[in-house]
């Protein structure tokens, strides 16, 4: 099997979910560890499916919580209790020796991050707290506006039974002031800055400050499927040319445009097609993986973890040779990691 490295999964807001209301979504008491459960992930899921490295997002939505930095810390300390209870089998990553050493010793790798930078409430203090913490990556916004930037979405008024509006980018607003400053402190620290989510110019604001790599780490192709939440082909090429990449987003929804009836299921030819254009507009190393595992409705064709080796083969059949795959399934994303961590 060909290692994995994935970007972006929110099973730890999963399982604090799970751990605070005793039951899963069907109603039904479920498991609410790492090691087994019937999540998207969990570590025998992992194993399964070749794993090398996963990141857990420490995933915060304002909408539902009233301090958004004490949720995201009960989410790390369950991310820690999980590692330290089943460090038999699974390791932290704060830098790039970690990995190798995980690697070296047959462990796999976990690296921290967070999706919704307004945890942080503006705070570069804040920010190296969470450097602190073990915090390697930040997703600069999630689906509302915050001290950094804007998403690109347009979610309606609070109470109102509209669905959010993901047909049309937000070309106008971008990083704010404080924004900027956050990009300078995270390529300082060595942590990884995160544009999934962001508005199209706060995009085209992180591609033009940037010093390092950076990475979209959960978005496809627009031009395959014509979602905001996926890059347009001039945002794929400016990532590339910093060195950055994109990892492969799973959520049905973002492969597939939906038709007026019918709910986008997933498909593996769906997931290849979006990898093709990835390649052909920003070439073979700006591409990765970023499923979104436990994060998104269930991928019919990727169950869960354990299926990725049929992503392999389908990728194969595609017309992907066996050294595109490997960059796809682990080697891009580790190199990324290895520009921007620290040693």
């Known amino acids: 099997m060909r290692p994995v490295a994935d970007m972006h999964c929110d099973t730890i807001s999963a399982l604090l979910s799970l751990k605070r209301s005793g039951t899963d979504a069907s109603g039904t008491k479920a498991a609410a560890d790492l090691r087994h459960n019937r999540l998207h992930i969990d570590l025998e899921k992992l194993k399964k499916g070749g794993y090398l490295l996963q990141n857990f997002a420490l995933f915060v939505s304002l909408a539902d919580c009233e301090d958004p930095f004490r949720e995201c810390a009960a989410l790390a300390d369950l991310y820690y209790e999980e590692l330290e209870r089943n460090q038999d089998l699974i390791r932290p990553v704060l830098t790039w020796t970690d990995l190798e050493k995980n690697r070296a010793e047959g462990k796999l790798s976990a690296m921290l991050t967070v999706e919704e930078g307004a945890v942080c409430k503006g705070s570069t203090g804040k920010l190296r707290h969470l450097y602190r913490l073990g915090v390697r990556m930040l997703t600069l916004t999630w689906n509302y506006p915050n001290e950094l930037g804007w998403p690109n979405v347009k979610m309606p008024p609070e109470g109102s039974e ?65 979602h905001v939440r996926n890059l347009n082909d001039g945002m794929i090429r400016a990532l590339a040319e910093k060195g950055g990449v994109t990892g492969l987003n799973f959520c049905p929804s973002f492969l597939e445009a939906e038709r007026a009836g019918s709910e986008a299921r997933g498909s593996l030819a769906a997931i290849a097609a979006h990898a093709r254009h990835i390649v052909d507009a920003g070439g073979e190393d700006c591409l990765g993986l970023g499923s979104d595992f436990d994060g998104i409705p269930t991928n019919e064709a990727l169950p869960d973890a354990s299926f990725l080796p049929a992503l392999a083969d389908a990728l194969t059949e595609a017309g992907f040779t066996g050294r595109q795959i490997d960059k796809i399934f682990s080697e891009n994303v580790l190199r990324v990691y290895r520009e921007v961590l620290k040693r």
């Open 162 to 226: 509209k669905a959010p509006d993901f047909t049309v980018p937000d070309r106008e607003h971008g990083l704010t002031e404080t924004g900027f400053a956050f990009l300078s402190e995270m390529e300082r620290l060595g942590m990884i800055v995160d544009v999934s989510h962001l508005s199209d110019a706060g995009f085209w604001d992180v591609a033009r400050a940037a010093e390092k790599p950076f990475v979209a780490s959960h978005s496809n192709a627009r031009a395959v499927c014509p």
